[in-house]
C-alpha cells in the first residue's frame, strides 16, 4: 500500500561515462494519498556538472559545492524507500543511476534497489494508455488538465509531486463505482434473489368514467385512421 513517486537530476545521460546523480526527490503516498512525508537530498558528484546539464535543471557546480556525496546519504535513503513501490517516469534512466552509485560503494551491503522495491515505469503505463502519443511528463500534465506552471526547469522533488498528479489521474478510473452506496443492499444478492415469489400482483380496474373516456379514444382514432378498433 505504500507507494514512492522518485524522480532525479545527473550531470548526463550516461553513469558509465562518468556521469551522477545531484539531487533526488520522491514523495510517498499511501492507499493512494499523499503522506507529505517526502524526501529531498541535494548530492555532491565529486565532478563537474556541464552547462547543457545546468540549462536543464538550473543546479550550479556552486550550489553543490557543500552538499554531502552519495555514500553519505544512501543510508538514509535506502530506508526510506526500502519495501516501497517506485514510480518512476522512464524507470531504467534513474535505476541505472541509483544502482551505478550503489555499485561504486566501498561497503555496498545494499545490492540493487530492486532488492528492496518493486519498480513501476510510469510511463510504459502511459504508452499503453495513450499509445502513439507524445508521454513526456509535460505532455501529460497538458492532456490530463494538471498544472504545471511552476515547472520552468526540472526539479527532482517538483517533478515527483507533479508525477504523482499524473500518476493517480491516470491510474484512478472509476475506482468505487459507487459500491459504498449500494454495499448494503446489493453485495449479497445471488440469482435466487431475483426468482422468488414476489406475491401476487394487485390488480386495478378502470372506473366507468374511465371506461367511457377510453372508448371515446378509440372512436377517434378509428376515424382518424380509417379502421375499426375494439377494445
Not at 53 to 75: Q, R, W, Y
Not at 86 to 115: M, R
Not at 185 to 195: I, Q
Request: glycine content about 6%.
Amino acid at each position: 500500500m505504500r507507494q514512492i513517486v522518485l524522480d532525479t537530476e545527473t550531470t548526463g545521460f550516461d553513469p558509465k561515462n562518468g556521469d551522477k546523480i545531484i539531487e533526488i526527490g520522491a514523495v510517498e503516498l499511501f492507499k493512494r494519498k499523499l503522506t507529505h512525508n517526502n524526501y529531498h537530498q541535494y548530492i555532491q558528484p565529486e565532478r563537474e556538472v556541464p552547462m547543457d546539464a545546468i540549462e536543464v535543471h538550473g543546479i550550479t557546480n556552486e550550489f553543490l559545492i557543500d552538499k554531502p556525496i552519495f555514500a553519505d546519504i544512501v543510508e538514509a535513503f535506502m530506508e526510506y524507500v526500502s519495501g516501497a513501490e517506485l514510480i518512476i517516469h522512464n524507470a531504467p534512466f534513474d535505476v541505472g543511476f541509483i544502482n551505478h552509485e550503489l555499485s561504486q560503494l566501498s561497503n555496498n551491503h545494499w545490492g540493487k534497489i530492486e532488492d528492496h522495491c518493486t519498480i513501476t515505469d510510469s510511463l510504459k503505463i502511459a504508452r499503453k494508455s495513450y499509445p502513439g502519443q507524445r508521454n513526456s511528463l509535460d505532455a501529460l500534465c497538458k492532456r490530463l488538465g494538471i498544472d504545471n506552471s511552476n515547472r520552468t526547469l526540472h526539479g527532482a522533488l517538483l517533478d515527483s509531486e507533479i508525477l504523482a498528479d499524473v500518476y493517480l489521474t491516470m491510474t484512478g478510473g472509476q475506482t468505487d463505482l459507487m459500491l459504498t452506496k449500494t454495499e448494503n443492499t446489493s453485495k449479497n444478492l445471488t440469482k435466487t434473489d431475483f426468482e422468488k415469489p414476489k406475491g401476487p400482483l394487485k390488480v386495478i380496474r378502470a372506473n366507468a368514467n374511465e371506461l367511457v373516456a377510453h372508448q371515446q379514444k378509440l372512436s377517434e382514432l378509428s376515424k382518424a385512421t380509417s379502421t375499426q378498433i375494439e377494445w
